[in-house]
């Protein structure tokens, strides 16, 4: 899966940690995506996966590796032949050194490689299958921060920037300039498995995940900034609240802004969502709706900016699987009805579906109130 809503808001659903690693594994992350749109002009299918996992090889070292697998298509629905896809196959070699440690941040250094196998095709193709190929390489370097809102949670913050970058099969050079990356979210750290630890622990802790007055909170910032694909800003805060026991109503907020081509897109979702609870899990119902607003340039089209609006309604079915007491890989199938909203007027005619999937992770945190809070104490 991978911003927060409020960083004020995390801060005071903070829990008490010690700033040590000793005792924990690894961090693990990522998400899975694909959606299937059509809009009775074209057909799209987008799927995506980008999944990451590191090992502590000591107390302020961690070596991780990534994944990354996507495919794009479109295709119109009255030419056939009109069609274009591109896909990519990439994987990532990370490492972060831990360089301070206080009661609840945790500050690094961090280098990463990367290697992607991109294809482009007027044919539709599948993950890895032949196009026009491009060879994508990458070297960078920056500097995080971890800062843990529980045992188990922390709100990352990375500043990365690339040292050296190629997307020809020509020999490798540096950057024309030092392209920076910005992302923040929220990371979820995975503790040594001790069944006797876990009983102890359990027998204590009182905290129900799915129950009254918790936060369900999650989503992602990142600004990208490389040769491939277009410069992208993206903010995606999603928060929920749980106002009876398995019941949560909550807002999602989506926006995305391609700054190569100032093509973006902003979308407000209210929704409810029911959980199931299950053993060492649940599964949910979800309902909402909201506005979406696009704006496309369109250099070659009778107006150089178009921007349109949609209302859409929306629905959510699937499962969640406790990786840990306050997380829980969640993932399910996703089903838009978007209707074009011109003028003051609702264009039903020309309504479509979205149906998509999508697996992430989710955070759940229990109620505070601001006298029990020690994150100002000294």
Avoid: C
């Amino acid at each position: 899966m991978r911003i927060l809503f409020s960083l004020l808001l995390l801060l005071l659903l903070a829990d008490e940690l010690q700033g040590q690693f000793k005792g924990y594994w690894g961090i693990a992350g990522g998400n899975i995506s694909g959606s299937y749109i059509n809009d009775k002009v074209d057909n799209f299918t987008d799927i995506q996966l980008d999944f990451f996992v590191g090992k502590f090889l000591s107390e302020q070292f961690l070596l991780g590796g990534g994944l990354r697998l996507g495919t794009t298509i479109r295709q119109n629905i009255d030419m056939p032949k009109d069609r274009e896809s591109s896909s990519e196959t990439g994987i990532t070699v990370f490492t972060r050194y831990y360089l301070q440690e206080t009661e609840r941040s945790a500050f690094y250094v961090k280098s990463s490689l990367s290697f992607s196998k991109i294809f482009n095709t007027k044919d539709v193709v599948s993950l890895g299958s032949a196009g026009e190929p491009f060879d994508y390489f990458r070297i960078g370097s920056g500097l995080g921060v971890s800062f843990f809102v529980n045992d188990d949670i922390a709100i990352n913050g990375e500043v990365d920037v690339s040292l050296v970058e190629r997307l020809t099969s020509e020999n490798l050079s540096l950057s024309e300039t030092f392209k920076p990356q910005i992302s923040l979210g929220l990371q979820f750290f995975s503790r040594d498995y001790d069944p006797k630890s876990r009983q102890k622990k359990s027998k204590k802790d009182k905290f129900k995940a799915l129950g009254v007055d918790t936060w369900n909170i999650g989503g992602t910032f990142d600004l990208s900034n490389r040769l491939i694909g277009n410069k992208r800003f993206s903010l995606s805060p999603s928060f929920s609240y749980f106002t009876a026991r398995n019941l949560g109503i909550g807002l999602q907020f989506s926006g995305i802004y391609e700054l190569s081509v100032t093509d973006s897109r902003i979308a407000i979702n209210p929704f409810v969502r029911y959980y199931l609870p299950m053993p060492r899990g649940y599964s949910f119902l979800e309902g909402g709706g909201g506005l979406g607003v696009s704006r496309i340039d369109s250099p070659n089209g009778p107006t150089p900016v178009e921007i349109t609006s949609d209302i859409f309604l929306e629905g959510k079915f699937g499962l969640g699987l406790f990786m840990s007491k306050y997380t829980a890989l969640h993932g399910g199938v996703r089903l838009q009805y978007l209707m074009p909203y011109v003028s003051d007027e609702i264009i039903t005619e020309d309504a479509f579906f979205d149906a998509g999937i999508e697996i992430g992770i989710q955070y759940f945190f229990a109620p505070k109130i601001i006298s029990k809070i020690k994150l100002f104490e000294k």
